[in-house]
């Protein structure tokens, strides 16, 4: 029962997710450019009068609560169906016996008779 509620809710969840971007994208911008612009600002005052702005706000408001508490039960339902408990690092068997790190060891400085042959190599 628990699972189709959180799929039923995960549902609900995606449709708030489109209506927000809609109502955001159908407010008025405060320059009148942008994205709202070229999606038809000027059809809200048509549609909801000049309350428009207005309903969009609330209508926002109300979205975003509602987005946040969804989010907010949707993870508490996950963590009481127990997807938190058991992850696949906990799956991983423990290393034992790890060597400790080496301290790296200097090699001794070439002596001035190498040098001097190496040198001797070149042209």
Do not use: W
Request: proline share 6%; glycine share 8%.
């Amino acid at each position: 029962m628990i699972s189709f509620l959180l799929a039923f809710f995960s549902f609900v969840l995606v449709l708030i997710c489109f209506f927000l971007v809609l109502v955001v994208l159908m407010q008025k911008p405060s320059a009148s450019s942008g994205v709202g612009a070229s999606m038809g600002a000027g059809a809200v005052e048509s549609a909801f009068g000049a309350q428009g702005q207005s309903v969009l706000s609330r209508a926002t408001l109300y979205a975003i609560t509602a987005f946040f508490v969804l989010a907010f039960a949707l993870y508490l339902g996950m963590l009481k169906r127990g997807y938190g408990k058991h992850t696949r690092l906990q799956e991983l068997p423990k290393l034992e016996g790890l060597a400790t790190p080496r301290t790296a060891v200097n090699p001794p400085a070439p002596s001035a008779e190498a040098v001097s042959e190496q040198e001797s190599d070149f042209p």
